[in-house]
């Protein structure tokens, strides 16, 4: 009757979906109750992309079952979220890898440049208030400066055009492509080694002309990137950290 889906499982991502807080054992946790016209059964995720718990259910189960489940799973739930990987804020001395290489997040307030790289440290100035900020909007930057060129490389290869890159903050998905070539990343991938980058990128450039996964969609991302399924289990192994950054 239940389904308990672990992290990253299950997928249902339409529907309306319904943020708020709850107590479970003692303690505030994040819920997001989500309305699923394809969900036969109640169900619980840990999204992993923050602290939430997520609850699905099916277009006519009454919420108060949908709560009760929660209730009733409230060890799991628990349990889950402490098995998350730890939260790493932008704070003076907090270590994230820029391209999968492990780097220090420096404050410099009184350094001319907004943002400097100095090797393995990336040093930021201007107001203590502003710096976690600073370095977020650099590290967007950074994903574009990196992956524009990429994805322009590769749709050369088959003869595609990328007619725009957007960088945003995804929480469900790495990339995606939207007709006309207009392509979307999440910066969280300069946070990846950049194989794991290639991929992504070669990924939703064969989109460009392959809307589908069809067999003929992986051969056009085989000609594109080196070894997708290391990109991909990478993806699915490391994933859930890359998201708790900042
Ligand atoms: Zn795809």
């Known amino acids: 009757m239940f389904a308990l889906a672990g992290q990253g499982a299950g997928g249902y991502q339409e529907g309306m979906a319904d943020n708020r807080t709850i107590e479970l054992g003692g303690r505030e946790v994040a819920l997001v109750v989500r309305r699923s016209k394809q969900a036969r059964r109640l169900a619980l ?13 099916p277009a006519r189960a009454p919420e108060s079952d949908g709560l009760a489940f929660l209730q009733s799973r409230a060890g799991w739930v628990l349990e889950r979220l402490d098995r998350l990987p730890r939260r790493i804020p932008f704070v003076h001395g907090a270590e994230l890898p820029l391209g999968g ?12 440049a907004p943002v400097t790289l100095a090797g393995p440290e990336i040093l930021v100035s201007g107001r203590p208030e502003h710096m976690a900020r600073r370095a977020g909007d650099w590290l967007r930057a950074e994903a574009k400066r990196r992956i524009a060129p990429l994805a322009d490389e590769k749709a050369a290869v088959i003869g595609a055009r990328v007619a725009r890159v957007t960088i945003r903050d995804q929480k469900s998905r790495w990339g995606s492509c939207a007709p006309g070539g207009r392509l979307s990343f999440s910066w969280r991938l300069v946070l990846a080694p950049p194989s794991v980058m290639d991929y992504v990128v070669a990924h939703e450039v064969a ?3 392959e809307a589908n996964h069809s067999p003929a969609f992986w051969r056009v991302v085989d000609r594109l990137t080196a070894d997708r399924r290391a990109g991909r289990a990478w993806l699915r192994r490391h994933g859930v950290q890359l998201h708790r950054y900042g």
């Open 101 to 112: 290489t492990p780097h220090t997040l420096l404050f410099f307030p009184g350094m001319r």
């Open 207 to 209: 989109h460009i002309a």
């Open 45 to 57: 995720r840990i999204p992993g992309h923050d602290d939430s718990v997520e609850l699905v259910l």
